[in-house]
């Protein structure tokens, strides 16, 4: 059997699409789709996996047994989402396990701020490269990465490729469980005279990390990703949601939202599908 030609698959995806169709299977997709499905799975996948392996020594450094059975959680949470991505990823035809054994998923840099940059050739967000040197960074993680995870991962409940929407049914609910850890010790360390300072430099740290993880406004990459429907909205509206959030959450606690300016000579075009 001859193989289907590029333009009528093309034609019949587009068609597929317009009318909010799902894509289940490889034979549906054109090139072009497959390889942006697989860079954004990508993305999220290991950004999963490098964000457990940098909760991991906080298994054995937490306040007390409570907090070590929290944190252990929580890697735990976050190593079966990369397994699910992963998975997926098998199906698309990506070689896991070599990439796996090619790749420093404990790589981090010992760097204040990289700006927008990635330190190495994995596809995380460079976010996961910081190292989480203090109970309150990881509290602040929690606070605004997986808050800034949750808010993109909302575009990938109802993408056009049904198995990364049943997948991401479970990851949604687990991220908001460590979102909302987050939530409750920053009111309760935002409450102590000795624990406020700690608390605010840390957010001082990540929240300027988070707010460049989602990718330059107005990117043509990300116009394509809403064209294919693996997006829904533009890099900066995601932005701008998390930003809201966050604010409204520094009142209640009374917090400051630090100053954060995007880098517009290198801003990625990428967004950050994570966990």
Same mark, same amino acid.
């Given at each position: 059997?001859?193989?289907?030609?590029?333009?009528?698959?093309?034609?019949? $995806?587009?068609?597929?699409?317009?009318?909010?169709?799902?894509?289940?299977?490889?034979?549906?997709?054109?090139?072009?789709? /497959?390889?942006? $499905?697989?860079?954004?799975?990508?993305?999220?996948?290991?950004?999963?996996? #490098?964000?457990?392996?940098?909760?991991?020594?906080?298994?054995?450094?937490?306040?007390?047994?409570?907090?070590?059975?929290?944190? #252990?959680?929580?890697?735990?949470?976050?190593?079966?989402? #990369? /397994?699910?991505?992963?998975?997926?990823?098998?199906?698309?035809?990506?070689?896991?396990?070599?990439?796996?054994?090619?790749?420093?998923?404990?790589?981090?840099?010992?760097?204040?701020?990289?700006?927008?940059?990635?330190?190495?050739?994995?596809?995380?967000?460079?976010?996961?490269?910081?190292?989480?040197?203090?109970?309150?960074?990881?509290?602040?993680?929690?606070?605004?990465?997986? /808050?800034?995870?949750?808010?993109?991962?909302?575009?990938?409940?109802?993408?056009?490729?049904?198995?990364?929407?049943?997948?991401?049914?479970?990851?949604?609910?687990?991220?908001?469980?460590?979102?909302?850890?987050?939530?409750?010790?920053?009111?309760?360390? #935002?409450?102590?005279?000795?624990?406020?300072?700690?608390?605010?430099?840390?957010?001082?740290?990540?929240?300027?990390?988070?707010?460049?993880?989602?990718?330059?406004?107005?990117?043509?990459?990300?116009?394509?990703?809403?064209?294919?429907?693996?997006?829904?909205?533009?890099?900066?509206?995601?932005?701008?949601?998390?930003?809201?959030?966050?604010?409204? $959450?520094?009142?209640?606690?009374?917090?400051?939202?630090?100053?954060?300016?995007?880098?517009?000579?290198?801003?990625?075009?990428?967004?950050?599908?994570?966990?």
């Amino acid at each position: 059997m001859s193989k289907e030609p590029e333009r009528v698959k093309e034609e019949r $995806l587009e068609e597929k699409l317009s009318k909010g169709g799902k894509v289940e299977t490889v034979d549906e997709m054109t090139e072009e789709y /497959r390889g942006h $499905l697989t860079h954004l799975m990508m993305m999220q996948a290991d950004s999963e996996l #490098a964000g457990a392996f940098g909760y991991v020594p906080w298994i054995t450094k937490s306040p007390d047994i409570k907090e070590t059975l929290q944190v #252990a959680q929580i890697v735990k949470d976050e190593v079966r989402h #990369a /397994r699910v991505m992963y998975r997926l990823l098998e199906g698309l035809g990506v070689d896991v396990q070599s990439y796996y054994e090619s790749h420093n998923f404990n790589l981090r840099v010992d760097k204040a701020d990289i700006g927008t940059m990635r330190a190495a050739d994995d596809k995380r967000v460079n976010i996961f490269y910081y190292p989480i040197d203090t109970w309150f960074d990881f509290i602040m993680f929690n606070f605004c990465m997986d /808050r800034g995870a949750g808010h993109q991962l909302e575009d990938s409940l109802d993408c056009s490729y049904k198995p990364w929407c049943d997948g991401m049914e479970g990851i949604f609910k687990e991220e908001a469980m460590h979102m909302a850890h987050g939530d409750q010790w920053t009111e309760q360390l #935002a409450k102590g005279e000795k624990t406020r300072g700690d608390l605010q430099a840390a957010l001082d740290r990540w929240y300027p990390r988070t707010m460049n993880i989602f990718g330059r406004a107005n990117s043509p990459k990300n116009a394509v990703y809403r064209k294919l429907g693996l997006k829904k909205r533009d890099n900066d509206e995601v932005r701008q949601a998390f930003s809201k959030d966050v604010a409204n $959450l520094c009142g209640k606690f009374g917090l400051r939202v630090p100053d954060w300016k995007p880098e517009a000579a290198k801003m990625s075009e990428e967004p950050f599908i994570p966990g």
